[in-house]
């Protein structure tokens, strides 16, 4: 059981290219996130998906795209990259709880972005 | 020209002693909260989430205090070790509601000095 598995960790991108983050759960959790890291900042949701097929908007969706054709992977894209876009992602993953005991994510180890 | 960077605030503790870690947070009406540990280049950790209903609530070595009054969370840490050196996140959220999503603070850092 491998939890959320991020790939790649490290990625240098100029500006302009293009590029997308995988995200894997082994774990057939409904819900799935992703997240930016920044220094000082938190982490901030860009987007997420609640089932295959669906997605929605976070806090800082600008310049991404997400797609979750199988339940297991969560897919963020970014078009055309941007410096502001340097960051640290986060892939989350939780269940459907039908009582809401608890909204505890499962986080993956990151993938560290850098756009020159 | 020199740039500055944001720093987190930074707890500084003695080994063995006693760690503890505090969080306002913003939504009265959140009923779900949440503390995690980051560890340098990693993801974060769950370490202890606490409903609403309670105000206290205990795992192994830590301690999560909910005063909804003063909208204020803390994180006990006892007899805290150089493992516990970390970054550690508070998040809330109102679970109620449809496909509610948590909303993390900024983060503290935790050092412990040997």
């Known amino acids: 059981n491998a939890g959320v598995t991020q790939t790649p960790k490290f990625r240098v991108l100029k500006t302009g290219q293009s590029m997308t983050l995988l995200c894997a759960q082994d774990?057939?959790?409904?819900?799935m996130y992703w997240y930016r890291q920044d220094p000082g900042m938190g982490l901030r949701l860009i987007h997420y998906?609640?089932?295959?097929?669906?997605?929605a908007k976070g806090e800082v969706p600008d310049g991404y795209n997400v797609s979750r054709l199988k339940k297991q992977n969560f897919l963020l894209g970014l078009e055309s990259a941007a410096p502001s876009q340097t960051s640290v992602y986060f892939c989350a993953s939780r269940p459907l709880l039908e009582d809401a005991t608890n909204e505890k994510l499962f986080f993956g180890s990151g993938t560290q972005l850098s756009v020159l | 020209g020199e740039s500055v960077g944001l720093h987190l605030p930074t707890l500084s503790v003695q080994e063995g002693d006693n760690s503890i870690i505090n969080c306002a947070y913003s939504?009265?009406?959140?009923?779900?909260f949440i503390w995690y540990k980051q560890e340098s280049g990693k993801g974060p950790q769950f370490i202890i989430d606490i409903r609403s209903n309670m105000d206290k609530r205990q795992g192994q070595r830590v301690t999560v205090l909910l005063n909804k009054t003063v909208k204020h969370l803390s994180l006990q840490i006892a007899a805290t070790q150089p493992g516990d050196s970390a970054v550690y996140f508070c998040?809330?959220?109102?679970?109620?509601?449809?496909?509610?999503?948590?909303?993390f603070g900024k983060g503290i850092t935790l050092s412990v000095r040997p």
């Open positions: 774990m057939n959790h409904e819900y």
């Open positions: 998040a809330e959220s109102l679970s109620s509601r449809a496909n509610s999503k948590l909303t």
């Open positions: 998906s609640v089932g295959e097929g669906t997605t």
């Open positions: 939504n009265s009406a959140s009923d779900y």
